[in-house]
């Protein structure tokens, strides 16, 4: 009985995260689409500005967790969906956050995505950690 709980528990985790992994192609397809509505000369992405990049990108992660989460909230301990639904408020907590902060960069018009990129999922890192602080298991 315990084992095919634990089955369904496992194919409901792949389903989600595949899900998950779904809705952030068709974000980033979206993205580019709208992005390129009003220009006609326009054929590949602009990551060239940071808060474009992350528009891009950011997201991804929090797609692919709201996928695992609502996959497997129903089979899964409470202590587990709480541990979840935290690192999702993490994950969105660090998106808008950091929109504040590529905008509050000087010069954030050009150069590098790399380093904003990452310093958002970096951020995104601490934020999960300090609420699932808040909700010990």
């Known amino acids: 009985m315990n084992g095919s709980n634990e089955n369904s528990n496992n194919s409901g985790r ?18 580019f689409f ?32 709201a ?25 969105l907590a660090g998106f808008f956050v ?3 902060v590529i905008f509050s960069l000087p010069d954030s018009g050009n150069g590098s995505i790399f380093f904003p990129t990452v310093g958002g999922f970096l951020l995104m890192i601490v934020l999960i950690t300090t609420f699932q602080g808040k909700n010990p298991v």
């Open 98 to 100: 950091w929109i504040v």
């Open 67 to 91: 996928g695992y989460f609502y996959f497997t909230r129903l089979s899964g301990p409470e202590s587990k969906n709480t541990q979840q639904l935290a690192a999702l408020k993490g994950l």
């Open 14 to 31: 792949i389903i989600g995260a595949l899900s998950g992994v779904l809705i952030s192609v068709l974000w980033v397809c979206l993205v």
């Open 34 to 65: 709208i992005e390129s509505w009003n220009n006609t000369q326009h054929t590949q992405m602009n990551l060239h500005n940071p808060l474009i990049a992350w528009i891009y990108f950011g997201p991804l992660p929090i797609f692919i967790m």
